[in-house]
């Protein structure tokens, strides 16, 4: 499968539980392709308040980005009293997940499809940073952009699955995609998102609160990663 969504849908529920009120930030810039990342974008540091819905279970966590490009950052979630539950990190084509402040630390491969526990998706990691900054996760194949109604374009992806967009004075604010993880909807929100994946009941919601500006160049992978075992998400409770 092509890489689609991030990692975020999954873990969020990992841990979900309660947290506090949203704030504001500025909306990304408009003069660049949906799929491409903004100059501001990156190197930042953005703290964001996530909202997770899944059938009827309810819960929240705090998700802190570093993002030095589309292909190195790093995403981790505490709970509303800053306790760590897990973390994500992405350089070029090595991944890591770790648990609770690294309790346990395993490699992964961020474009590989995972089947995520809990949710019955599967998704690869390597686009969380892209969503959350409100980026396209998948850039077109050659020829094959279709212009729609106003405001509107649909375009395949490398796999052939059709993918439709609705843009505003040339900024992202929808897109759809029905293909082989289900059908799965972004929306822009103030200053953040919205994904529903309504095959699972799924929706996460997220705000960002804060950003500032981020040094260094790349996010640095665990040391020993390569003796870590192989990320097995189907093996958690």
Known sequence: MPRRLPALVALLLLAACRSAGPGAAPAPAADIAPWEFAPGDAPSQRLFRAQVRRASEHGSLRLVLRVWGPARFEVSASDPLGRPVWAVTVRDAQGSWSEEGGRRVCRLDPSRPVLWPRLGLTLPAADLAA?????????????????????????????????DLELADGRLTRWSLVGQAGALTWRREESGGRLAADAAQLEIQWREVAREPLGGTAPALPPGLDAAPECAFDALP
């Not at 212009?147 to 374009?153: D, I, L, M, R, T």
């Open 131 to 163: 969503v959350l900054l409100g980026r396209l996760p998948e850039a077109p194949a050659a020829g094959t952009i279709l212009p729609g109604s106003s405001g509107s374009v649909r375009f395949l992806d490398r796999e052939g699955q059709a993918w």
